[in-house]
């Protein structure tokens, strides 16, 4: 078992920023993608970004690229999603998620989930 624990959410206005982080713990992640998702209410949950825990590949959406980064910190087994230049439609329920065998957007491939953390961006 993954255990994932969001934090970093809240309100902010539009072109603003906010760090979310994500800490693991329960299993060795060599060959976890870790990722982010977001849900906003009564809309499809959706990816935003995905990380090797032991490789180098990355992947962001369109709909973010430029504005959003991934990154993570081995020692701390922990990842992070820096959202810079904020919208309104940012807005939504962010949740990280980890997949033992899977490198890619399909969230229905991710095994475990967090709990979610609310991003809040006023216009």
């Known amino acids: 078992q993954v255990q994932l624990v969001e934090s970093g959410g809240g309100l902010v206005q539009a072109g603003g920023s906010l760090r979310l982080s994500c800490a693991a713990s329960?299993?060795?992640?060599?060959?976890?993608?870790m990722g982010w998702f977001r849900q906003a209410p009564g809309k499809e949950r959706e990816f935003v970004a995905c990380?090797?825990?032991?490789?180098?590949?990355?992947l962001v959406d369109d709909s973010v690229k430029g504005r959003f980064t991934i990154s993570k910190d081995n020692a701390k087994n922990t990842i992070f999603l820096q959202m810079n230049s904020l919208k309104a439609e940012d807005t939504a329920v962010y949740y990280c998620?980890?997949?033992?065998?899977?490198?890619?957007?399909?969230?229905?491939?991710?095994?475990?989930w967090g709990q979610g953390t609310q991003v809040t961006v006023s216009s």
């Open positions: 329960g299993r060795t992640l060599n060959r976890y993608t």
């Open positions: 998620a980890a997949a033992p065998r899977y490198y890619g957007k399909d969230w229905s491939q991710y095994d475990y």
């Open positions: 990380i090797q825990w032991n490789n180098v590949g990355i």
